[in-house]
């Protein structure tokens, strides 16, 4: 029992110069969902809030409390989940008792998380067996469909960088399920009910059959994005704020995203990344690593414009523009007059540019303008009018 | 207090003649929805009917009401939203009284408004101060919520022309909100009860995040208009009825739409107008002011055919068919065979047609058909195969 | 009544035998949903299980106890929808006895549906009268909502192949009503409840405004199938097992699908199909029959790659790419060197390859690779760098 913080700080001291224990990389406390034919399946994980590469001390204090509570506490392995209990939580408030009463709003949301669930209405339906505390130690191969949702989540939430992340083995971690709203139903449940529901007027209405939920079933945007459609970001994308995903062909996969305030009205596949101040025009495409590129994720700088319908294989540089239409792919031949390879070089004085050139050659190159000439069908490059931005960070 | 139509129309005549008086152009009462957390914040207005340039008697009712219940009704501003009290629902009833009994249907509709009100039961959960009497005197910067949907009621109902309504400063007096099917939830109360929502399984389903609402969430399209997904009309959009929007690459944007039966599995920029019996092709572009356009808001013909995935960010006329795949910007270079010239000159006599345009000169210019030459990929333009249909009304 | 199998099986014979007895190509039961107002209207018919050219003596059962019930059993016309009633439930209890007890999970399906219609729950809200019997003879235009449904049913769930339906009249039979879910509303019903459900804060969230349902919303798909967001399949289209729909620009229309695991990123138009092993890129567009073809359904072949945003209007062989962004219609000149036409000749020895090409000429030619030239523009086919598969099933 920690009665005052400095007890507090000595308990966690205590925990962490044990030999058994080990900092996590992430933590937190999930509510499952299971499934309704075999409920030994986990079918989802929610966590009201997750850590990443912080807040050490409640790691220690829930590892600690799980092992008082009778769990197999193993951190010598990439991951851990374990069951709650009731000792389990009572461990907990005992060593939070002094954060307890200052706990609310933004501060101390771990010890939030614990008195909520400490304090929940017995009718509330749940039992300890629907939470699970849920750890990983390496980033290696998700082991479970908890430690999979972790690691959306510290992607969604911006708490890792996107691409930063090892997710090999998630989709097959994940089940394929029927989603009414953010509720996951086993298709087998459905196949085994069909009848009956449908017969009685109560067959579920689906919105979607995948592995993953949407990110807004799990995250809250800042106050300044947009999502109009939630089909349009998959849980594992991250937004950074001031970013709009429009609905008409918008869309945004798991571990891909904006890095700044950026309109998105095309895809951004899984692994690209879109700089700030950039515009994805409508029905834009920026491809993945299994489709069209040559194997490099492809990143567009800032303030750079793809044009409606456009495509690219290819990384587009800062204040760059592809004209609506225009497809540029890492093998596209791509003319320069020597007037445009004077500007594009004066842009970029460590680049080469020339008259002939392929679209993989663009990597890092800022202000360029790729266009079609639409009397002789040639891909063409030249200055963009853009202003090409000194990153304050750098300069 | 009015108990025949003559004494009614004597009333109307009274309140119109006095000297704070002034006709609306545009009012209605509102049920509104209230911020969870600030409840002054008004983040919705849902109007069951709305006047536009009509129904000035209903108007001085309303605004007669309103005075003798003790509201300010100052009608030297640009606008007006007022509470409403029983007293002004029972100074209503009064004056309607002759047209109470035959209020039903599509029959006086504001009566049936002041008698629903009237008669919603005690237990419904709202109060007066869940409605508003809203008043737009003059088309400048909304200042308020409620005269910005009134003004986005008055577009999607087609009671005012698109691009015909001043709606700067819409974007500025709506608040960005998550949305659970119509019910708007501000972000800030998600945030201060996700710990308990997620723990306890009632974390809302949030289908969008925006500052607008859907079309379909306030208007009852026309009976052979079809929505195929409702987040594909943004609520301040009009469809002429007999308007089909698919659910693949289609949006609409507020203050955009059609003019007529119009097939649309493309997007329809904000203030882009598209006639009728045209077809925006899947994933077309008509691009917006701010996106590739020279400034000027697009417009596309009547009968025209804009195929699969092309692009247009100029003016296009009647009977006109741009190729799958093709786009058309203000300064894309044309080609045009002299026998093109001729024949699209023939069909257009006051027009001035070359054998070298750019996009912007086809403004107005009917029975185009615009392609990319396959063999030598010059864009061109010849005459389309379709005939160019006299508007009855103009010849 | 049948009180063991040989005596169902002489049971059947004996209906089979009667003159006015005749073998449907497909039928089923069916919940119905009713027009709130016009509730003659059918707006929607559920059925838990449909037969197609199957389970004749389940037929043959339900026939007869219509008959017995004092139906109109008339097998002369194309179609038969007939209510049910307790008559109809005694008489199919009866002659089913035999198979009720090892009716459940995939066995027996028809007699499961008896058996949980009898067994519904007085208060389930349901009466006889919101059921039907529906049965088809002929493959001839439909002349109900019951057996439009059951022709979308026969189509979605894969029991018949994809063109291979007479679907005339189906749009004339379907209402185009409003969707809350799963939930028709009649457009009528919402216009006459306007005022009140808006002022009372339940007016119901659209979800869409439609003819047709969603597929998802009758049918439950292979396991390993993902359709990402609901609205991308329409009632009617078919999705063989291990497709994936992505939320982009995806839609896939009645009646047009796919043959094997597919990955749809793109517009799959009414009457196309796509081979198995392919992959239609992100906002690639499959045209139909009656935008941009030559009015030949267009057909996908195995293990083809179109590229994002490509376009076809003519149907491409197996093995073949469509490089982003290009767009082959049945007129499109398409421009081969002599090297490529020994190549794809060699993959295709009983086709005619030659230097200048239509898109039409490719049907059967399989390996091609399309792309355009950018330094001339010109459209060009070489021979892909994919292996064409022997089809197993063919040599």
Known sequence: MANTKEEFKQLIEDVQSQDWYRNPIGFGIARIDRGQ????????????????????????????????????????????????????????????????????GEDHKNVQVISTLASLP???????????????????????????????????????????????????????????????IELDWLRANEIALKLSGKYPTIDMVDKFPRFLSHVIPADNTRILETSKVRMGAQLAAGTTVMPGAAYINFNAGTEGSVMVEGRISSSAVVGAGSDVGGGASILGVLSGTDG???????????????????????????????????????????????????????????????????????????????????????????????????H
């Open 37 to 104: 034919l075999d409920s030994s399946k986990v079918l989802q994980a929610t966590f009201p809030i997750i850590n990443w590469n912080e807040n050490f001390g409640s790691a220690a204090v829930l590892l600690n409390a799980l092992k008082i509570a009778g769990e197999n506490v193993d951190t010598k392995g990439t991951e851990l989940v374990c069951n709650i209990s009731d000792v389990f939580l009572e461990e907990c408030v005992k060593a939070f008792s002094p954060y307890i009463s200052e706990a609310k």
């Open 122 to 184: 017995i009718d509330s339906g749940f039992t300890a067996d629907d939470y699970k505390a849920v750890f990983i130690f390496e980033d290696e191969n998700a082991q479970s469909v908890e430690t999979s949702y972790l690691k959306l989540y510290a992607l969604s939430t911006g708490k890792a960088a996107i691409r930063s992340l090892n997710l090999n083995g998630i989709f097959g971690q994940l089940h394929n399920v029927a989603w009414t709203g953010s509720t996951p």
């Open 296 to 394: 490099v994720p492809v990143s567009i700088g800032e303030n750079t414009l793809l044009g409606a319908n456009s495509c690219t294989g290819t990384a587009i540089g800062d204040a760059c523009i592809l004209d609506a239409g225009v497809t540029i792919l890492p093998g596209t031949k791509i003319t320069l007059s020597e007037k445009a390879v004077a500007a594009i070089a004066e842009a970029n004085p460590e680049k080469e540019i020339k008259t002939l050139m392929r679209g993989m050659d663009f990597l890092g190159v800022n202000g360029v303008h790729f266009r079609q000439n639409s009397v002789n069908g040639q891909i063409i490059a030249m200055r963009s009018t853009r202003e090409i931005k000194l990153n304050a960070d750098l």
